[in-house]
């Protein structure tokens, strides 16, 4: 596995990587407007569509922990409110060293529109790891279970 500038594990570039660099900016834009008055762990997402349209999400937590959304699901019901339903990759910033992944809740939320969806995680630092949530999520759950 490569490294990044910053030493955290990398994986190889794939097609669909390129086309994600222009979004780091702004999933870090975004990422300011999180509101985590209690974990001040603030995270944003820039989702692209099909259509090449981007989505963008932010964590918003409350006072009642179960009724936090996280960046990567804002953005997803964002892109399905406007009626997108196929995504080409997802870039998620964050303020950790290295880079956090998404939770399961968003992984299996994104699994269920695209399988191997490219992921960039990025954090404030520089720091960037590509993969995928095919890699991030293995045997994930999806409708194919439900035909059986």
Do not use: W
């Not at 086309?19 to 975004?30: D, F, G, S």
């Not at 997802?90 to 303020?95: D, G, L, P, R, Y």
């Amino acid at each position: 596995m490569a490294k990044t500038d910053t030493g955290t594990p990398n994986r190889r570039r794939r097609k669909g990587h390129a086309e994600l660099t222009p979004l780091i900016e702004e999933a870090l834009r975004v990422r300011e407007n999180a509101y985590a008055p209690y974990s001040n762990f603030k995270v944003g997402a820039a989702l692209i569509g099909a259509s090449g349209k981007v989505y963008h999400g932010c964590n918003v937590e409350n006072s009642s922990y179960g009724l936090c959304v996280c960046a990567e699901r804002t953005a997803i019901a964002r892109a399905i409110a406007d009626g997108e339903r196929r995504f080409t990759g997802i870039v998620v910033a964050t303020q950790s060293e290295p880079p956090s992944p998404p939770c399961g809740m968003c992984r299996q939320t994104l699994a269920e529109f695209a399988h191997d969806l490219p992921v960039v995680l990025v954090n404030h630092k520089g720091a960037r790891v590509d993969t995928s949530l095919d890699e991030l999520f293995p045997m994930s759950f999806t409708n194919d279970y439900l035909d059986g």
